[in-house]
């Protein structure tokens, strides 16, 4: 069975930063891809970045223009840990932010092509 188990999330100030981690087991992942994505009240669930295990390529939203640059995306395969540091946090980062697993080693936006979720860790950016 496999799970993916967030933590990292918490209160922040306009301007901080945080590393979210996903804590994968259940499998080996070495063929899968792994993504981040974030769902705001009221929003749809949205794809943030991915990446590949075999090559450690990454992908970043075209649709969110001020993540990249801001957000990083990066895995220990060794270890199976999946981690999203975020920098200049703004209000509009708050969401709850989800690790994803795909069975296929190229990477999707689409949340409908991701095969395992984890529950999500809340990120508030506040003052």
């Known amino acids: 069975q496999v799970q993916l188990v967030e933590s990292g999330g918490g209160l922040v100030q306009p301007g901080g930063s945080l590393t979210l981690s996903c804590a994968a087991s259940?499998?080996?992942?070495?063929?899968?891809?792994m993504g981040w994505f974030r769902q705001a009240p009221g929003k749809e669930r949205e794809f943030l970045v991915s990446?590949?295990?075999?090559?450690?390529?990454?992908?970043?939203?075209d649709s969110v223009d001020s993540v990249k640059g801001r957000f990083t995306i990066f895995g220990d395969n060794a270890k199976n840990m999946l981690y999203l540091q975020m920098n200049s946090l703004n209000s509009e980062d708050t969401a709850v932010y989800y690790c994803?697993?795909?069975?296929?080693?190229?990477?999707?936006?689409?949340?409908?092509?991701?095969?395992?979720w984890g529950q999500g860790t809340q990120v508030t950016v506040s003052s």
């Open positions: 259940g499998r080996t992942f070495g063929s899968y891809s």
């Open positions: 990446i590949r295990w075999t090559t450690s390529n990454t992908y970043y939203t």
């Open positions: 994803a697993a795909r069975r296929n080693s190229y990477s999707s936006r689409h949340p409908v092509d991701y095969d395992y």
